[in-house]
């Protein structure tokens, strides 16, 4: 399966790192044998301008500022923030230690269950709703225990809805879901229903709460999403098998 990939912005990811500015991964690789120890240093004197705009790199799950490291005359950044920031999608598989830049042909596998990150090429709901915390981490942080690396928003709907086409090739739809509203506590849905508005999940949970959602999709052709709630999340969608 492709995955949908981002409209391509105006800077590039080259113009970016021009001259001697190198990308490292900030992602965690296993196996010992592939580690060196060097001496490194966080350098804050380091600025990054990303189309003419300040940018500072940030872990895009907990919005902890990346600082870039120098060594031996080289500075590196983190490979996921910069390239997220310039609207390239990332993947990482741990079963193989390999990372994915742009377009991912096959399946990245995560634990037991093989799953692809969904990109804004998946969603509707007036306008795109894609967040990425790097850039946005206030709407990706409801509270001080839940946070997302990316997701979808209700954007000043009352709900977030969301359509994923799957023509029947995947499995598994999953998520974690915040769903938050401001004038109701209790009784908010959660919905999947797919093209012929047959249910295939539903949900009632409170206000307030982090909900996570698996569900069986393979007879779907196009899933349909809807969260409701002024402050909901669809946080870190994935189709998988």
Not at 48 to 62: I, R, W, Y
Not at 99 to 124: C, H, M, N, R
Not at 128 to 155: A, M
Request: hydrophobic share 35%; net charge neutral.
């Amino acid at each position: 399966m492709k995955i949908g990939t981002r409209p391509k912005p105006k800077g590039t990811l080259s113009a970016l790192l021009a001259g001697a500015l190198f990308v490292s991964l900030s992602m965690n690789v296993s196996g010992a044998d592939a580690l060196t120890e060097v001496k490194v240093f966080l350098n804050t004197g380091i600025k990054v301008m990303l189309n003419g705009k300040s940018f500072e790199p940030a872990d895009p799950d907990d919005g902890t500022r990346l600082v870039p490291i120098t060594y031996r005359g080289s500075t590196y950044l983190p490979l996921r923030a910069v390239a997220e920031a310039t609207g390239m999608q990332v993947a990482w598989d741990d079963k193989t230690n390999t990372a994915y830049l742009g377009e991912v042909v096959g399946q990245v596998a995560q634990g037991e269950t093989s799953y692809i990150k969904l990109t804004p090429d998946f969603v509707y709901n007036g306008n795109t709703i894609y967040r990425l915390s790097s850039r946005t981490p206030e709407e990706l942080k409801p509270s001080d225990q839940v946070s997302f690396g990316h997701g979808y928003v209700t954007g000043g709907y009352r709900s977030v809805t969301m359509e994923v086409k799957n023509d029947f090739k995947n499995g598994k739809f999953k998520a974690s879901i915040w769903v938050q509203d401001s004038n109701q506590a209790d009784n908010l849905i959660i919905k999947l229903f797919d093209e012929n508005q047959v249910t295939v999940k539903e949900m009632k949970v409170k206000s307030g709460t982090l909900n996570e959602l698996e569900a069986d999709i393979k007879d779907v052709k196009t899933l349909w999403v809807t969260v409701q709630g002024d402050k909901s999340i669809v946080g870190e969608p994935m189709l998988g098998n």
